[in-house]
T-cell receptor, first 111, second 112 residues
Framework: QQPVQSPQAVILREGEDAVINCSSS?????VHWYRQKHGEAPVFLMI?????EQKGHEKISASFNEKKQQSSLYLTASQLSYSGTYFC????????????FGKGTKLTVNP | KAGVTQTPRYLIKTRGQQVTLSCSPI?????VSWYQQTPGQGLQFLFE???????NKGNFPGRFSGRQFSNSRSEMNVSTLELGDSALYLC???????????FGEGSRLTVL
């Protein structure tokens, strides 16, 4: 039931864009995105509920395709502060509302 | 507003011992979740408590257990420690179920 994230790692130069994908084999109720910087606790970015809505946080936005059971996180004009590991978490429809995280995508932004 | 507090922050145990980790959630939060983090495995869900009741449990052996007290503070216990239990154990609290999680800085357990 663990969602699958891709890519596992990505390296960018400051100002470049990136997309992180999260997919599930089961119907989703919601998708949650967190960022964890090295040596720190994960920090909440956003929650997307079924319905295909798109949300934003600074220059970071995300979409949720309910039919494909996928979510994508878009990082636009990346900044050095965006470096860290991004985790998506999923809650399945009709389930116990357990939030299960993927293995993470490590993002490195270089000057 | 105080954040989520986890104690101890670091501990070293030997195989076969047991350990208890503590988590104090943000004031007013009634839900507490525990995750195990190891390199390459992400955040593995252990269990979730709400109002002293375990609502969800992950796929961990029975050596892993937890509880929540009436003041929402939570503890998790691991008995008969194995080398593979070495990890960062993160606690997170939230207002309700499947909402925004506020993570503590974790308890780093090393099993020798």
């Amino acid at each position: 039931q663990q969602p699958v994230q891709s890519p596992q790692a990505v390296i960018l130069r400051e100002g470049e864009d990136a997309v992180i994908n999260c997919s599930s084999s089961k119907a989703l109720y919601s998708v949650h995105w967190y960022r964890q910087k090295h040596g720190e606790a994960p920090v909440f970015l956003m929650i997307l509920l079924k319905g295909g809505e798109q949300k934003g946080h600074e220059k970071i936005s995300a979409s949720f395709n309910e039919k494909k059971q996928q979510s994508s996180l878009y990082l636009t004009a990346s900044q050095l502060s965006y470096s860290g590991t991004y985790f998506c978490g999923t809650v399945h429809q009709g389930g116990s509302e357990k939030l299960v995280f993927g293995k993470g995508t490590k993002l490195t932004v270089n000057p | 507003k105080a954040g989520v507090t986890q104690t101890p922050r670091y501990l070293i145990k030997t195989r076969g011992q047991q350990v208890t980790l503590s988590c104090s959630p943000i004031s007013g939060h009634r839900s507490v979740s525990w995750y195990q983090q190891t390199p390459g495995q992400g955040l593995q869900f252990l269990f979730e408590y709400f109002s002293e009741t375990q609502r969800n449990k992950g796929n961990f052996p029975g050596r892993f257990s937890g509880r929540q007290f009436s003041n929402s503070r939570s503890e998790m216990n691991v008995s008969t420690l194995e080398l593979g239990d070495s990890a960062l154990y993160l606690c997170a609290s939230s207002w309700g179920q499947a909402g925004e999680l506020f993570f503590g800085e974790g308890s780093r357990l090393t099993v020798l």
